[in-house]
């Protein structure tokens, strides 16, 4: 594996996630600039996101440009009951250390979206929202970022519950972005007998 791959799982929670979930702010160590961007959200929440909404660690310079934790994307996928209900747009300025991991992008933009997925029944259910499929209304593609992504895919054995942040890159400048729509495919069983639908389509508006 890769070492300055290895690196970035550690790095990613701590230097992306701020803002998308509450789960998220606890894994960060608290700033003065988190403490005063939250005195003053109240004056101006355009200027908290644009002027504090920073975030420095060995990956780089991380900056937040818009956050939406008010999303409302809930399906009922057979046995499985989905959610998506935050997304967070940000820029990275990429440490120079860790261009290799980036294909030598000096900067990329970070799509996170906090999922929810519950299995309803004792049978065990396989669904991988965490290898997601992200088209933008700039002409991109990408597939979800399995080694920065959490761990909200795979086998439900039973009535699991799991949350997480999946994470996509993609090369357009946050304020270049307006849809996004994210294409996930449908659960299905230990027989491999599909659950529910194919495929599942959501358009998410991204503009500040």
């Known amino acids: ?105 000096e900067e990329v933009t970070v799509v996170a979206m906090n999922m929810i997925v519950e299995n309803t029944v004792d049978e ?16 991109e593609q990408v597939s979800s970022d399995l080694w920065f992504s959490d761990d909200v895919g795979g086998e439900f054995m039973g009535k699991v519950k799991k949350e997480g942040n999946v994470l996509f890159f993609v090369k357009a400048k946050p304020e270049e972005l307006t849809d996004l729509k994210v294409v996930i495919d449908g659960p299905f069983n230990e027989n491999f007998d599909k659950m529910a639908e194919d495929r599942y389509e959501y358009t998410i508006n991204v503009t500040k």
């Open 1 to 105: 594996m890769n070492m300055k791959r290895f690196g970035l799982l550690v790095a990613v929670p701590l230097a992306l996630l701020v803002g998308c979930g509450e789960a998220d702010e606890l894994k960060t160590t608290s700033t003065d600039t988190e403490e005063v961007a939250e005195a003053e959200a109240s004056a101006s929440e355009e200027t908290t996101v644009e002027e504090t909404d920073v975030q420095e660690s060995e990956l780089g310079t991380n900056k937040v440009y818009m956050k939406n934790k008010a999303l409302t994307i809930t399906e009922t996928m057979g046995p499985i009951q989905f959610a998506i209900d935050k997304v967070q747009t940000s820029r990275l300025t990429v440490a120079e250390a860790y261009s290799d991991s980036f294909d030598g992008q």
């Open 124 to 139: 065990t259910m396989s669904f991988h929202p965490n290898q997601a499929t992200l088209v933008t209304n700039t002409g």
